[in-house]
């Protein structure tokens, strides 16, 4: 197998991951507090990572090239998501990146850190220098290759793709006009017309996540090609795959 198709292999089994991963963590909160109507993932997001996976959750500043960060402290879990994200160098939308960087320390939270975690038993999560009774910590950094060898690197480039198919729930997008508006002009197939694009943000906005993480997903998927023309990015449209999106 060559390494193209088996990152296309391995990309395919974090997806599924990150989508069990969402879809048990999701099912525990709505019975935990007898909810019967699915929420949108985006606006309990925050709740799963308190309530069901008890992990203190906090927005405080940290290095400009880090998202967020994981770490067991004194017995707890805690997850820091950075205030200074709209700072980073190309980040057109803050809210959304923060959002997708929940998902990805909620991947961390139940692999990497938590007590009863097989993965949290056998991978050294110290950083390198620190003595065992310092608190284990992940940082996600904004230039971090996950395509690298080690475990650090398989680690990141697990929760890196995981967290994106669970942060984009096809369940939430058919809750999305906009994105309904779009699988037609999928169905019709071609090149789609400008506002094809203007679809993909707002089911974005809709969504809650940053219109780059959920353009580059759907087109890891299958759902469109980007080709440029006359100095453009056009979206081009692979109907023969379908129109429904399910995992």
Request: net charge negative.
């Given at each position: ?113 938590s007590a009863d975690s097989d993965q949290a038993a056998n991978r050294p999560l110290f950083l390198p220098g620190f003595e065992e ?113 399910c995992l």
């Amino acid at each position: 197998m060559n390494r193209t198709a088996f990152l296309d292999r391995r990309r395919a089994e974090c997806w599924q991951l990150g989508v069990r991963h969402r879809e048990s963590l999701l099912q525990r909160y709505m019975d935990q507090y007898q909810i019967v109507e699915r929420p949108l993932l985006k606006d309990v997001i925050d709740d799963i990572i308190r309530d069901v996976q008890e992990a203190r959750l906090y927005c405080a500043a940290l290095p400009l090239d880090t998202f967020g960060q994981t770490e067991a402290r004194r017995g707890r879990i805690e997850v820091t998501i950075n205030s200074r994200i709209s700072e980073m160098p190309g980040v057109k939308d803050a809210a959304g990146v923060a959002y997708r960087t929940k998902w990805h320390e909620s991947i961390h939270v139940t692999d990497d850190v938590s007590a009863d975690s097989d993965q949290a038993a056998n991978r050294p999560l110290f950083l390198p220098g620190f003595e065992e009774d310092t608190p284990r910590l992940i940082v996600c950094r904004k230039n971090r290759s996950t395509n690298g060898g080690g475990a650090e690197a398989a680690r990141e480039f697990t929760a890196e793709h995981a967290s994106l198919a669970a942060a984009i729930a096809d369940e939430d997008l058919a809750r999305s006009q906009a994105f309904q508006e779009f699988q037609h002009l999928i169905a019709e197939g071609g090149e789609l017309p400008n506002w094809g694009w203007r679809l993909l943000y707002e089911s974005a906005e809709f969504i809650g996540i940053n219109p780059t993480a959920l353009v580059d997903y759907l087109q890891q998927r299958g759902l469109f090609h980007i080709t440029p023309r006359n100095g453009k990015k056009r979206l081009v449209a692979n109907p023969s795959l379908g129109v429904t999106l399910c995992l």
